[in-house]
């Protein structure tokens, strides 16, 4: 359930969360960029986009995410959209693939 929210289902979890956080990690400078929305509005970062996974994707509580957007970085040799998404369906998320921005967003809660 949402925090604070009934009428709103968890789609994601620790286990999720740290799996893909292990698996951007492993890819070190070739994961893509991401930010977070967390359930109370709360932008991370408040501009832009954040690139480093072993460190500040850990921050704060896993529970508080209801939104995180990945941007493959714009070198050749990084990760690419596909393989991005693949790595999250691999994991169990639920995406919406917005292909015109080259973003993938992971949601966390839905409405039920």
Same mark, same amino acid.
């Given at each position: 359930?949402?925090?604070?929210?009934?009428?709103?289902?968890?789609?994601?979890?620790? !286990?999720? &969360?740290?799996?893909?956080?292990?698996?951007?990690?492993?890819?070190?400078?070739?994961?893509?960029?991401?930010? !977070?929305?967390?359930?109370?509005?709360?932008?991370?970062?408040?501009?832009? &986009?954040?690139?480093? &996974?072993?460190?500040?994707?850990?921050?704060?509580?896993?529970?508080?995410?209801?939104? $995180?957007?990945?941007?493959?970085?714009?070198?050749?040799?990084?990760? *690419?959209?596909?393989?991005?998404?693949?790595? $999250?369906?691999?994991?169990?998320?639920?995406?919406?693939?917005?292909? *015109?921005?080259?973003?993938?967003?992971?949601?966390?809660?839905?409405?039920?």
């Amino acid at each position: 359930m949402f925090p604070g929210n009934p009428k709103k289902a968890g789609l994601a979890n620790n !286990t999720k &969360w740290r799996e893909l956080r292990a698996e951007m990690v492993s890819l070190a400078q070739l994961a893509p960029y991401w930010r !977070t929305v967390s359930v109370s509005g709360n932008r991370y970062p408040v501009v832009g &986009w954040d690139g480093d &996974w072993s460190y500040h994707f850990r921050l704060g509580s896993y529970r508080e995410i209801e939104v $995180c957007e990945l941007l493959p970085r714009p070198d050749e040799n990084a990760a *690419s959209y596909e393989q991005c998404v693949d790595i $999250c369906r691999a994991i169990g998320f639920e995406l919406e693939l917005r292909f *015109s921005e080259n973003i993938i967003k992971i949601v966390a809660y839905r409405n039920m």
